[in-house]
C-alpha cells in the first residue's frame, strides 16, 4: 500500500503560469483534502471532497479549482499562480466523517 | 467546530514523559478531539482521537476532562523521534473541515 501519493514533489512556477497538483490515495477513502502550509506555520485547508463527485469549499479556497476524478484522485489546479501562493500543499484522505486522515509527502511549490 | 488552544512551544527531558496541553473551551457534545503530529515537513501523522472517555494506543494516551473543555496528549517515554509539531484539532460529528492551529512545538531533550 502506497497509501497517498502526490506529485510532483517540488516545482517552481512563474507567476501567471498554471499547474495541477495531483493527489491519489489506495486506501478506498470516500473523502479527500487539500491542504497548504506556509513557512512556520499551521496547516490551512482549502477544498475537500467529501465523496466522489462532490467538492466544498474550505478556509482558503480563492485561486484554486478542484476536480475529483474518481474516488482515487483528487486534483487541485492553479490557474494562475502567485508569490502568495508558494507553499507546501499537502493531500490528504479519510475513510468516512470523523474518521483519520492519512496524509501524502506534500508538494513544494515555489512561485517565483 | 470548536476552537483549540495550544502552547506554542514545550521541551521535554528524553525518557520522561511528555504532557502536551490543549484547550477546546468552547467543544460541543457531538465534537472529538483528534491529535496529530508533523515531523520535520512531512505530512501530519494521526496520534490518537477521543470524545470524552479517556483513550490509549500503542502511540500515546489521551486524557480528556470531565467538562471535556481541555485534553492533554501523554507521550509515556518521550525519545529524540518524538521531537515535532503537535496538533489537537475538534471535528464535529457528520462534517469534513478538519480545521489546524499552530500546534506546539515539542523538543525532546538528549
Known amino acids: 500500500n502506497a497509501g497517498v501519493t502526490q506529485t510532483p514533489k517540488f516545482q517552481v512556477l512563474k507567476t501567471g503560469q498554471s499547474m495541477t497538483l495531483q493527489c491519489a490515495q489506495d486506501?478506498?477513502?470516500?473523502?479527500m483534502y487539500w491542504y497548504r502550509q506556509d513557512p512556520g506555520m499551521g496547516l490551512r485547508l482549502i477544498y475537500y471532497?467529501?465523496?466522489?463527485?462532490?467538492?466544498d469549499k474550505g478556509e482558503v479556497p480563492n485561486g484554486y479549482n478542484v476536480s475529483r476524478l474518481n474516488k482515487r484522485e483528487f486534483s487541485l489546479r492553479l490557474e494562475s499562480a502567485a508569490p502568495s501562493q508558494t507553499s507546501v500543499y499537502f493531500c490528504?484522505?479519510?475513510?468516512?466523517?470523523?474518521?483519520?486522515?492519512?496524509f501524502g509527502n506534500g508538494t513544494r511549490l515555489t512561485v517565483t | 467546530d470548536a476552537k483549540t488552544t495550544q502552547p506554542p512551544s514545550m521541551d521535554c527531558a528524553e525518557g520522561r514523559a511528555a504532557n502536551l496541553p490543549c484547550n477546546h473551551s468552547?467543544?460541543?457534545?457531538?465534537?472529538?478531539v483528534y491529535w496529530y503530529r508533523q515531523i520535520h515537513s512531512q505530512g501530519p501523522q494521526y496520534i490518537i482521537h477521543?470524545?470524552?472517555n479517556n483513550e490509549t494506543n500503542e502511540m500515546a494516551s489521551l486524557i480528556i476532562t470531565e467538562d471535556r473543555k481541555s485534553s492533554t496528549l501523554i507521550l509515556p517515554h518521550a525519545t529524540l523521534r518524538d521531537t515535532a509539531v503537535y496538533y489537537c484539532?475538534?471535528?464535529?460529528?457528520?462534517?469534513?473541515?478538519?480545521?489546524f492551529g499552530t500546534g506546539t512545538r515539542l523538543k525532546v531533550l538528549a
Open positions: 490528504a484522505s479519510s475513510e468516512l466523517n470523523n474518521s483519520p486522515l492519512h
Open positions: 486506501m478506498n477513502h470516500n473523502s
Open positions: 471532497s467529501a465523496s466522489e463527485g462532490t467538492t
Open positions: 468552547t467543544i460541543s457534545g457531538n465534537e472529538y
Open positions: 477521543g470524545l470524552k
Open positions: 484539532i475538534v471535528i464535529t460529528s457528520g462534517t469534513y473541515k478538519y480545521i
